[in-house]
């Protein structure tokens, strides 16, 4: 049975450009949420999908959005990347509102 | 606004035994979640306390009071591969609108 699988495992971009980094959950799950952690700090809330619709939001801005799929999976977009949007993206996956499981996660570098 | 605070840093021995506090400002708790993060790799669930009291899983053991919005994490017997970082993280929020509000985390380093 996979687990929560991300990808890339690590990206790097230029200010101002987009990226796309991807989730697919663990089998049997049907939520998904997105974490932004950066170097030496707790996981920060992005926002949690469920049934395809977002269904709670952190405190980030209008340039992070997400989507997901009929089979679950996620997607989380950043546009117009700025230096501090350098991080590890995290995605968790849970059945409902039970406990989540982490992805290894997308290691984000802005030039 | 809500916040978590856990000291930053801890050291103790191998076989040692030690406790991360964390106390807690959220609103509408549901409960109290600890997770295990080695450096480079994704926090793993470690323990989970919707009610007061301990709970105990091997070595590691979490404690809950809700009246003092206080929590704990209780290792036992360390050896050196518990050196990691460990995050408390509060359920707030209901049915399909919970989600985790995480503390900053607590370095733990196990030393021979």
């Known amino acids: 049975d996979a687990g929560v699988t991300q990808s890339p495992t690590h990206l790097i971009k230029t200010r101002g450009q987009q990226v796309t980094l991807r989730c697919s959950p663990k089998?049997?799950?049907?939520?998904v949420s997105w974490y932004q952690q950066a170097l030496g700090q707790g996981p920060q809330f992005i926002f949690q999908?469920?049934?395809?619709?977002?269904?709670q939001r952190g405190n980030f801005p209008d340039r992070f959005s997400g989507h997901q799929f009929p089979n679950y999976s996620s997607e989380l977009n950043v546009n117009a990347l700025l230096l501090g949007d350098s991080a590890l993206y995290l995605c968790?996956?849970?059945?409902?509102?039970?406990?989540?499981?982490f992805g290894p996660g997308t290691r984000l570098t802005v030039t | 606004g809500q916040s978590l605070e856990q000291p930053s840093e801890v050291t103790a021995v191998e076989g040692a035994i030690v406790q991360i506090n964390c106390t807690y400002q959220?609103?509408?708790?549901?409960?109290l979640s600890w997770y295990q993060q080695h450096d480079g790799g994704a926090p793993t669930f470690l323990s989970y306390?919707?009610l007061d009291g301990l709970e105990e899983t091997g070595r590691f053991s979490s404690f809950l009071s809700r009246s003092d919005s206080y929590g704990y994490l209780l290792l036992q017997e360390l050896q050196m591969k518990d050196s990691a970082s460990y995050f408390c993280?509060?359920?707030?929020?209901?049915?399909?609108?919970?989600?985790?509000?995480w503390g900053l985390g607590t370095s733990l380093a196990v030393n021979p």
């Open positions: 968790a996956s849970s059945l409902a509102q039970n406990e989540q499981y």
């Open positions: 089998s049997g799950h049907d939520t």
């Open positions: 999908y469920y049934e395809e619709e977002e269904r």
């Open positions: 959220t609103s509408g708790f549901y409960g």
């Open positions: 306390n919707g």
């Open positions: 993280a509060v359920r707030v929020g209901a049915g399909n609108n919970r989600k985790l509000i």
